[in-house]
């Protein structure tokens, strides 16, 4: 069973930046898919990013060129930075790891944009 914990979450001001990290309990091996997701109130979970084992990235028009996903293998770590922050982009956010059967989720991290 591999856990995710997902930090890094916080109140930042419209402009602002923030790095989330999500770590794994095991290390990952084999071909395998990592993702940001976020879900805001009232709103439906939205996929924000994907970064594969061999390190291709995915993103969705909402967050393209503002938010970057990179992943950490010595650390089993991922992680999204995300810059020029919106009201809009407040809510929880996760992470997801897709292997085979397995899907496993985080418990998700908070992100408020406000002044």
């Known amino acids: 069973q591999v856990q995710l914990v997902e930090s890094g979450g916080g109140q930042v001001q419209p402009g602002g930046s923030l790095r989330l990290s999500c770590e794994a309990s095991v290390r990952i091996t084999g071909y395998h898919l990592m993702c940001w997701y976020r879900q805001a109130p009232g709103k439906q979970r939205e996929q924000l990013a994907d970064?594969?084992?061999?390190?291709?990235?995915n993103y969705a028009e909402s967050v393209k060129g503002r938010f970057t996903i990179s992943r950490d293998d010595a650390k089993n770590t991922i992680y999204l930075q995300m810059n020029s922050l919106k009201p809009d982009d407040t809510a929880v956010y996760y992470c997801?790891?897709?292997?085979?059967?397995?899907?496993?989720w985080g418990q998700g991290t908070q992100v408020t944009v406000s002044s």
């Open positions: 997801r790891l897709v292997q085979g059967s397995g899907d496993y």
């Open positions: 970064i594969s084992n061999f390190g291709t990235t």
